[in-house]
C-alpha cells in the first residue's frame, strides 16, 4: 500500500510540475518575469516535496519490499511518462525513453509531443534575443536532444548577470530548479541502493547502476559553467 501510494502521489506532482512549467513559458514568453520567478518557487516547494516523499519510503525495509516485489514482475520506473515528459520539456531530451512505451499509448504520445516543443532554456534564450542579447539561431531551433553547453550563450549569461537583476533572478531560480532536480535524483538512488543493493532492477533495468548514471547531469549546463567566469 505505501509503495503504490508514494508512486502514485509521485505521479500526481509531476502532472503539477508539467502544467506549472507550461505556464512558466507562456510567462517568459510574454516578459513577465516577476510571474515566472513566482511559478519556478512554486515548482521548488513540489521538488522538496518529492524528496521529502523519500523518506517515508525509505521506512521500508529491503525484507518489507522483498516481499511483494515479484508481484512487480516488468513494472519499472521508465513506465514513468509524465517524470520523461518532464525532462524533456526541460531540457534532457533524447528519443531512447520512448522506446519503453507503444507509439499507440498515450504515454508515448504526451513524451513524443514534449520532444517536440521548445525547452524551457529554449524559451529563456528566445527571451535574451527579444532583449537584445545574441543568440545564434540554430540555438533557437527546437531539437530532440539534450541542451549542450555554449560558450556564445555564457558570455551573454555574463552580460545578464552584471546588468539585468530581474533576469538573473529568473536564472537563479533555474540553478535552483536543477539542483532540486538533482537532489532528487540522488535521494532516490540512495533509496534504491537501500533496498535492493545492487540487485537488477524491475522491468530488467541495471537498477542502482542506471540511476547512478543519471547523477550530476545539470539540465541548464551554461548556468553552472558560467558560475567560474564570474
Not at 513524451?111 to 527579444?130: K, M, Y
Not at 555554449?150 to 539585468?164: F, M, R, W
Request: aromatic share 10%; charged share 20%.
Amino acid at each position: 500500500m505505501l509503495f503504490i501510494v508514494i508512486h502514485q502521489t509521485d505521479e500526481l506532482w509531476f502532472k503539477q510540475l508539467l502544467h506549472e512549467i507550461d505556464g512558466f513559458n507562456r510567462r517568459i514568453d510574454h516578459g513577465d518575469t516577476t510571474l515566472a520567478a513566482k511559478t519556478l518557487k512554486r515548482c521548488l516547494k513540489i521538488l522538496k516535496t518529492l524528496v521529502g516523499q523519500v523518506d517515508i519510503l525509505e521506512t521500508m525495509t529491503p525484507l518489507e519490499f522483498a516481499s511483494f516485489r515479484s508481484f512487480l514482475a516488468s513494472s519499472s520506473g521508465f513506465q514513468s511518462y509524465q517524470f520523461r515528459a518532464l525532462e524533456f520539456v526541460l531540457g534532457f531530451k533524447r528519443r531512447a525513453p520512448l522506446d519503453h512505451h507503444p507509439e499507440v499509448s498515450s504515454g508515448w504520445q504526451l513524451s513524443n509531443t514534449r520532444l517536440q516543443q521548445p525547452s524551457v532554456w529554449q524559451h529563456i534564450l528566445i527571451l535574451l534575443a527579444q532583449r537584445g542579447f545574441t543568440i545564434r539561431a540554430e540555438l533557437l531551433e527546437v531539437s530532440d536532444q539534450a541542451t549542450s553547453s555554449s560558450e556564445q550563450v555564457q558570455a551573454v549569461l555574463l552580460k545578464v548577470y552584471q546588468s539585468v537583476p530581474e533576469l538573473a533572478m529568473v536564472l537563479e531560480l533555474l540553478v535552483d530548479l536543477d539542483e532540486g532536480l538533482q537532489e532528487w535524483r540522488y535521494r532516490h538512488v540512495q533509496m534504491v541502493r537501500r533496498t535492493i543493493g545492487s540487485k537488477m532492477g524491475t522491468g530488467g533495468s541495471e537498477g542502482v547502476g542506471y540511476l547512478q548514471s543519471t547523477l550530476f547531469q545539470p539540465i541548464f549546463p551554461d548556468l553552472w559553467v558560467v558560475r567560474s567566469q564570474f
